[in-house]
């Protein structure tokens, strides 16, 4: 699916009836009439008013700015490598088939999968962040990219053949829905030590995080694949750029931030278990 053809078959559907959008110039369009226009940035709005918590729900502009300087300088890249090589080694392209990213954020790891995947497979991605989709949108343009909600995808039932899910909340009603039966769900998972050193600094008792297979009513579970490396932070700004991005910045004690801020280097294990389940 390259920039220019992946409004033709459009992923996507209208959250308002559900019915199936087509591209008409720079909006897409459904039966009912309902149009969603194109953003400039390349991508559509399909996050009703009545389905936000928040006037801008989701990632602000300093944790999408945040997350994005991270990302890039490379620390995540071994767990974005295997995540491509698990999608790869499920998607047959001769088939076209179809993959989400639900919770995509600034779009690192649908960048990469856009990258690294066959240009048959066609890969959507949606955020309930309107900030972190416009950067995603304009840095990756041969992805469609929505903003919406994963307890309200908008897309068909059975229509996506593999999903992934890296650190987004579980949505496992919309997930097995959106699935066709014998598709993946590639749901990534702190390990038990991740960020181990960066509590060490924030926590007087810092905590291991718990590992369990989590079954899900209409899924399988199959594996659990887990990368591990070592992540050396050597400036303030780098050290600060992770903890942005981390649930920690806004359950941390005043103690611990201080603590972290003095500090010009940071070492600390880094790990994800990717679990994968298959649509039973």
């Known amino acids: 699916m390259t920039a220019e053809t992946k409004w033709e078959n459009c992923p996507f559907c209208c959250p308002v009836c559900g019915g199936p959008l087509r591209g008409e110039g720079r909006a897409l369009r459904c039966g009912a009439n309902h149009s969603f226009d194109i953003a400039a940035q390349g991508y559509v709005h399909l996050l009703p008013a009545n389905k936000k918590h928040s006037a801008l729900p989701g990632d602000d502009k300093g944790m999408v700015a945040a997350r994005r300087a991270f990302l890039e300088a490379g620390w995540y890249q071994p767990f974005s490598d295997r995540l491509n090589r698990l999608a790869a080694d499920f998607l047959d392209p001769a088939f076209r088939p179809l993959l989400l990213d639900a919770g995509c954020g600034e779009g690192y790891y649908t960048g990469r999968l856009a990258g690294t995947l066959d240009p048959r497979v066609r890969i959507a991605a949606f955020d309930i962040s309107k900030t972190a989709v416009q950067a995603a949108a304009k840095r ?3 992805v469609a990219f929505a903003v ?3 307890f309200s995808i908008p897309v068909a039932d059975g229509a996506a053949d593999c999903l992934v899910n ?9 997930f097995l829905r959106v699935l066709r039966p014998g598709g993946r769900m590639f749901y ?3 390990g038990a030590r991740h960020l181990f050193g960066l509590k060490e600094v924030l926590y007087e008792k810092p905590y291991e995080n718990p590992v369990r297979d989590v079954e899900y009513p209409g899924f399988r579970f199959l594996e659990r ?6 992540c050396s932070l ?3 700004e780098e050290i600060q750029a992770l903890f942005a991005m981390t649930p920690y910045y806004w359950k941390t004690p005043r103690e ?5 801020a003095e500090l010009d280097c940071l070492e600390t294990e880094i790990a994800f278990d990717f679990l994968v389940y ?3």
């Open 278 to 280: 298959e649509k039973a």
């Open 225 to 230: 694949v887990p990368v591990r490396a070592a």
């Open 166 to 174: 890296v650190f987004a909340p579980m949505a496992q009603r919309e």
């Open 256 to 260: 611990g931030a201080q603590r972290l």
């Open 148 to 150: 919406a909600s994963a």
């Open 188 to 190: 990534a998972v702190p």
């Open 234 to 236: 050597s400036s303030p």
């Open 140 to 142: 990756y343009p041969r």
